[in-house]
């Protein structure tokens, strides 16, 4: 398999692979500066072949981008066995979910996501496509967390909370209220701090 990104993020990522007993072949970054991560070659130019790839970029709408390039990827999904998933939990192609994660009974995780380490995610909770729930984050039961949003580090959010598309959630931030598509909330309890309307 290969990695479609090679820093911080991608570094992580490439040990779940490990953890795994995956083969990676190398890295692909397009910086020319980089010629190798941790043990691994860096590519600067797509195999030209079907290839298995996990997109190893944090950044949410880069991962978007990447996929909607249309590269015949064939896009494969990383589970930490040092994580604790229930049978009834759907995963996505492309998702990566890192060590110490709880995702507990029928939660449905889309395509493209990152869920970091030692989150946890309770029950009946969607999360779509490329979404990014960060390490220490806590979902209650019944969360929706829309398309591309990003649940900063130690936020909780309570159960029943539906919060919309290209959000942003920051560190630590207590969730009580629904949250519209396209805002930023900080704080405890969270508020909104900035909005942007979504392209459609």
Not at 4 to 19: I, T
Not at 47 to 59: E, R, Y
Not at 124 to 150: K, M, Q
Request: aromatic letters at 4%; one cysteine or more.
């Amino acid at each position: 398999m290969y990695l479609y990104g090679a820093s911080g993020h991608g570094k992580v990522v490439a040990e779940v692979a490990e953890a795994n007993g995956d083969n990676i072949e190398a890295y692909i970054d397009e910086n020319e500066s980089k010629e190798k991560v941790l043990s691994y070659p860096v590519l600067h130019e797509v195999p030209p072949h079907d290839i298995d790839v996990l997109i190893s970029i944090g950044n949410n709408k880069v991962r978007k981008r990447i996929v909607e390039q249309g590269e015949l990827f064939n896009y494969v999904t990383l589970i930490h066995p040092k994580s604790i998933l229930s049978k009834r939990v759907k995963i996505g192609e492309g998702t990566v979910v890192m060590p110490g994660v709880t995702i507990n009974a029928v939660v449905r995780v889309g395509k493209h996501c990152i869920i970091n380490t030692n989150a946890s995610i309770d029950h009946d909770c969607i999360i779509e496509d490329f979404a990014h729930i960060s390490p220490n984050a806590a979902l209650g039961g019944n969360v929706y967390v829309g398309e591309g949003t990003h649940i900063g580090i130690g936020a909780n959010i309570i159960q029943g909370i539906t919060i919309g598309k290209w959000c942003t959630i920051g560190a630590g931030a207590v969730i009580i209220n629904d949250v519209p598509d396209g805002c930023t909330v900080v704080g405890n309890p969270g508020r909104i701090i900035k909005s942007r309307s979504l392209k459609i």
